[in-house]
């Protein structure tokens, strides 16, 4: 009995090879894009609780009755409290001590320090710049349902009383960041210092 040889030249064919770089290339752009898309859910994410966070560090700052820190003018505390600054399509926000209590950020100068600054006679306020991470901006600025360009909000002891671009009578703030216009998080504060993340 003879037995017959089995021909054993495998191989691929030029189209299967096709085929399989085809779907590897289909599936790389998809990780790819999703990951890029993720990587910008992700940074908006952090910026928005960093915010939040930040509001809270005003309002525990006001609270505490802290001194000015060593490196604005050590050992005075501001007649208004600690506060945050926002401005529409900035990609920074600022943290502040009212110095002369006028529920608003002072950049002008005049006074001396902060313990002389009045309204008249204003002090530079800004303890600290915030940046957001890269593509991150702020997108829409409200006071109650009102659409506004600046939002400053107040923190005084020793509650604290919170006041929202110095008056009294507005109940919430709310700061919308967004990555490059695309996608966008919402951080609400009201006047009892609840602060929300939608």
């Known amino acids: 009995m003879e037995q017959k040889t089995k021909n054993s030249n ?3 064919t030029l189209l299967e090879i096709t085929v399989v770089i085809s779907i590897i290339i289909l599936l790389s752009t998809i990780f790819i894009a999703n990951y890029r898309g ?5 940074a908006l994410k952090r910026s928005v609780y960093k915010l939040a966070q930040d509001l ?9 009755s802290q001194m000015t820190p ?24 600022v943290l502040f001590a009212d110095c002369d209590g006028d529920n608003k950020y002072d950049e002008g100068s005049g006074a001396s320090s902060c313990k002389e600054a009045t309204e008249i006679t204003p002090y530079p ?6 940046p957001f991470e890269q593509g991150i901006y702020i997108k829409e600025l409200f006071k109650d349902s ?14 604290p009383i919170i006041t929202i671009n110095s008056d009294p009578a507005i109940n919430s703030a709310k700061i919308s960041l967004t ?7 919402t951080v609400t504060i009201n006047k009892a210092g609840l602060i929300d993340i939608e």
């Open 38 to 42: 993720g990587e910008k859910q992700f």
């Open 146 to 159: 009102s659409l506004v360009d600046f939002l400053s909000i107040i923190f005084f002891p020793p509650d």
């Open 179 to 185: 990555f490059d216009g695309v996608s966008q998080k």
């Open 56 to 64: 809270r560090r005003a309002e525990e700052m006001a609270m505490s």
């Open 70 to 93: 060593d490196s604005f003018e050590p050992g005075v505390f501001p007649k208004g409290g600690y506060g945050i600054s926002f401005m529409k399509d900035s990609k920074s926000y």
């Open 125 to 130: 306020e800004k303890l600290e710049e915030i």
């Open 10 to 12: 495998k191989a691929f």
